[in-house]
């Protein structure tokens, strides 16, 4: 079996396949246990060819450039120059490489930022935080859309989001609740942001939108979408739509 390295020291790759102790697998059908804490185990013997972070690494750039439809094990092998089978040893199947790949980005989000004691303002930078990150990787909301456990670099943005709620005075259970539902929010927001922009790509998408919800407000059956799109416009970039959705939800939370 290959084997990987960290900070100079061999270790061997131990496959992330199994079931846990209850003979039940994570949501992924990945075993948590094994992927973040069992994972690595110290031998002797030559130095590797490869390591679990630059395959990842790899499989992160495929998705970046062409999509997670474009992330196979073979396409990754392809990228590092490995055999395919060789790539087992590292990650055993595509939901083990997925779970590396949305932790893997995750460690772009700065975590060390001490809270300002203004929550809405800290909480407000974390939701902003997310979205620049899942704009910046595309695939990302669909890989967070099936349940995922939580990996060193998620867990180090999650001390931060929950010490920014701190000052709410919401006990630690009642954060962690408010720092899923936001995440569930930004996962919502930028998966139809993006789909809006590829949308809005289509030649004269706009336009005729544009003609005919002015024919659905002047056909008399739908009196409160007239009066709405009658009503005195809004900024409507993405960052000030967002914003102005975020201001909501964190006022929302506020009241709780």
């Known amino acids: 079996m290959d084997d990987t390295r960290e900070g100079g020291v061999a270790y061997e790759e ?14 992924t059908g990945v075993d948590p246990e094994q992927l973040w804490l069992g994972h690595l185990q110290p031998r002797r013997g030559r130095r590797p060819a490869y390591s679990r972070e630059a395959i990842t690494a790899a499989a992160v750039e495929l998705a970046d450039a062409e999509g997670l439809e474009a992330v196979t094990m073979r396409r990754v092998a392809a990228r590092v120059g490995a055999g395919v089978m060789s790539l087992y040893s590292y990650a055993p199947d595509k939901e083990t490489l997925l779970e590396l790949m949305v932790d893997h980005v995750s460690g772009e989000l700065p975590t060390t930022v001490a809270p300002t004691g203004d929550w809405r303002a800290d909480i407000k930078a974390v939701a902003h935080l997310q979205r620049a990150l899942m704009l910046r990787h595309p695939w990302l909301p669909a890989a967070l859309s099936t349940r995922r456990t939580p990996g060193p670099h998620t867990l180090a943005f999650m001390e931060r989001a929950l010490a920014a709620l701190r000052p709410t005075g919401l006990d630690g259970a009642a ?11 930004v996962v919502g927001h930028v998966t139809h942001e993006i789909a809006q922009a590829s949308a809005s790509q289509a030649p004269g998408r706009a336009a005729a939108e544009a003609r005919y919800l002015a024919a659905v407000a002047a056909d008399g059956h739908h009196p409160e979408l007239a009066a709405a799109l009658s009503a005195p416009g809004r900024p409507l970039t993405p960052e000030a739509t967002f914003t102005r959705f975020l201001n909501r939800l964190i006022d929302g939370l506020g009241s709780d």
């Open 14 to 27: 131990r496959s992330t396949k199994s079931v846990s102790r209850d003979g039940e697998t994570g949501a």
């Open 175 to 185: 954060r962690l609740e408010v720092f899923a539902q936001l995440t569930a929010f």
